[in-house]
C-alpha cells in the first residue's frame, strides 16, 4: 500500500511535528538579493536556498495536508483526493531525504522543478475534485489550499529564477524593479493573441493609458503578467461573446452592413502610481459572463475545459509522472481563471476587484503595494477560539486520524493508528482543532 510505504520511510513522530510547526512567512525583501561585502558574496536570496526550502516546503506541504484533513472520511476516501494526499506526503520525503542537500545546485534545481510541476498538477486535480459540486465549504478549502499551494509555487519559481543564470527569461522571472506600463502592453498583446488563435482576428483593441509617471516598483514580473493577462482575458472574451450575440438578432441586421468600429469595443486600461501603492483600471462596456467571477475549474481562452489529461493519469493507490511532455503547460493552467488572479494579487498585500453590470459594462481595480516589507498571505491555522499553537500531543491524534482516513479500506489491517478502543476517535473529533 503506498500510503504505508511512504510511512515507513517518513517516521510519523516526524510528520507530527511538521504538522503543529508554524510557517515562516516571506516578504517581497526577502526575495531579493542583499548587498554584502565583498568579502562574502551572496548567490541568491536567503529564501531561494536550499536550506531554507528543505525545511519550510515540508511544513507548508503538510499545511496543505492538515487543511485536507477537515474533510470527511467519505471525501478522504475519494481516488483523486487520496492521490493528492500521497502526493503530497511523498513530496515530503523527497524534501527531508539527507541527500536532497548534498546534491549539486544543477540537480537540486532539478528535483525542485518537478516538485513545483507536481505541485501545480495537484492544485489542478484539486480544483476538479473539490468543484464537481461546490459548497461554500468545498470553495473555501480550495481557496485556502491555493493560497499555500500559490505561495509554495512563487519560491520555488524564484529558485529556479536565480538558480538557472544562463536563460534570459528565468532572469526576468526575479522579484526586481517592474516597469508597470511595459507589463500592461505584454499582458494585453498575449491575452489578444490567446483569444485570436481561438477565435479568429476580429479581436477587440486594448488601450494602455498611463495617468502620470509610474515610478518601477519592485514585484514578480511573471506575477503581475498573469494577475493582467486573466483579467483581460475574460473582458476580452465577454466583449466578442456579447458582439456574436447582438449580431444574430434581427434587430441589429443593419450592423452587418455597418459594422460598429473596433475602436468602440476597445478595453481601456489605465495605469496610475502613486507613493505607495500602483493602481490598474480596466473598463468595458460590456457585462462579465456569467460565472467568470467564480471559483471553476482550468478552461482555455473560449471557456473549453482543459486538464482532462491530468485527471485521466490519477489513481488512488499509485502516483503518476507529471513532468511528461504530453501534458499541458500545468504550471501555467494552475494559475487560470479569475479566482487565481485574485488570489496572485491578494499574496503580496495587493488587492483585485471587479464591479460587472448588464447595461453599463465592467469595471475592474487592481491595486499594488509598493512595501516590500508586508508578509506574504497565508490563511489562518487556528480558530478564533483557540489562541495558542496546536500542541504536539493534539497534532499526532489529528495525522492518525487522516492517515487511517486515506488507507485502504481492503488493506486497513496494516496500519491502524489506535492501538485501544478507547483511544480511537471519529475524523470529524480529531481534526476539530484544525
Not at 115 to 138: C, G, M, V
Not at 316 to 343: F, I, M, T, Y
Request: net charge positive.
Amino acid at each position: 500500500m503506498l500510503q504505508s510505504q511512504i510511512i515507513n520511510a517518513l517516521p510519523r513522530r516526524i510528520l507530527a511535528k511538521l504538522w503543529a510547526s508554524k510557517e515562516t512567512r516571506i516578504s517581497l525583501s526577502h526575495l531579493q538579493l542583499i548587498q554584502t561585502s565583498s568579502n562574502h558574496k551572496q548567490n541568491m536570496p536567503l529564501a531561494t536556498t536550499p536550506s531554507f526550502l528543505c525545511s519550510e516546503l515540508p511544513i507548508r506541504y503538510t499545511h496543505l495536508l492538515r487543511l485536507l484533513s477537515t474533510q470527511t472520511a467519505e471525501t478522504l476516501q475519494s481516488p483523486v483526493i487520496k492521490h493528492i494526499a500521497h502526493q503530497y506526503l511523498h513530496d515530503i520525503c523527497t524534501l527531508l531525504h539527507p541527500s536532497l542537500l548534498a546534491t549539486s545546485p544543477r540537480a537540486f534545481t532539478d528535483v525542485l522543478c518537478r516538485l513545483r510541476q507536481r505541485q501545480a498538477a495537484s492544485l489542478i486535480r484539486l480544483r476538479y475534485a473539490l468543484l464537481y459540486t461546490p459548497t461554500a465549504a468545498s470553495v473555501a478549502l480550495l481557496e485556502n489550499m491555493q493560497t499555500i499551494g500559490f505561495g509554495i509555487h512563487q519560491i520555488i519559481d524564484q529558485h529556479v529564477a536565480w538558480a538557472t543564470h544562463s536563460r534570459s527569461t528565468c532572469k526576468t522571472n526575479r522579484v526586481q524593479s517592474t516597469c508597470a506600463v511595459a507589463i500592461a502592453r505584454q499582458a494585453a498583446e498575449n491575452a489578444r493573441s490567446a483569444l485570436r488563435t481561438s477565435l479568429g482576428d476580429d479581436i477587440p483593441s486594448i488601450h494602455i493609458k498611463q495617468q502620470s509617471d509610474t515610478i518601477p516598483f519592485t514585484f514578480a514580473p511573471q506575477v503581475l503578467h498573469r494577475i493582467l493577462y486573466e483579467t483581460m482575458t475574460i473582458a476580452l472574451r465577454a466583449n466578442i461573446m456579447q458582439q456574436r450575440l447582438q449580431s444574430r438578432s434581427w434587430r441589429d441586421v443593419w450592423k452587418r452592413w455597418w459594422p460598429r468600429s473596433s475602436h468602440e469595443n476597445a478595453l481601456d486600461v489605465h495605469v496610475f502610481g502613486g507613493p505607495t501603492s500602483v493602481g490598474f483600471k480596466l473598463d468595458s462596456r460590456t457585462p462579465l459572463l456569467h460565472g467568470d467571477l467564480l471559483q471553476d475549474i482550468p478552461r482555455d481562452a473560449i471557456g473549453i475545459p482543459t486538464c482532462a489529461s491530468v485527471l485521466s493519469r490519477t489513481k488512488s493507490d499509485q502516483l503518476s509522472s507529471d513532468d511528461d511532455d504530453s501534458l499541458p503547460d500545468l504550471e501555467c493552467e494552475v494559475h487560470n481563471g479569475w479566482r487565481s488572479a485574485k488570489l496572485l494579487a491578494s499574496h503580496w498585500g495587493g488587492n483585485l476587484d471587479a464591479i460587472s453590470i448588464d447595461g453599463l459594462g465592467t469595471t475592474m481595480y487592481l491595486a499594488l503595494d509598493r512595501d516590500t516589507s508586508l508578509l506574504e498571505r497565508y490563511p489562518s491555522r487556528w480558530t478564533s477560539t483557540q489562541n495558542t499553537a496546536l500542541s504536539l500531543s493534539n497534532a499526532t491524534a489529528q495525522l492518525d486520524a487522516f492517515l487511517y482516513a486515506i488507507s485502504d479500506p481492503q488493506q486497513i489491517h496494516q496500519y491502524q493508528p489506535f492501538k485501544h478502543d478507547h483511544h480511537a476517535v471519529s475524523l470529524s473529533a480529531a481534526v476539530g482543532h484544525a
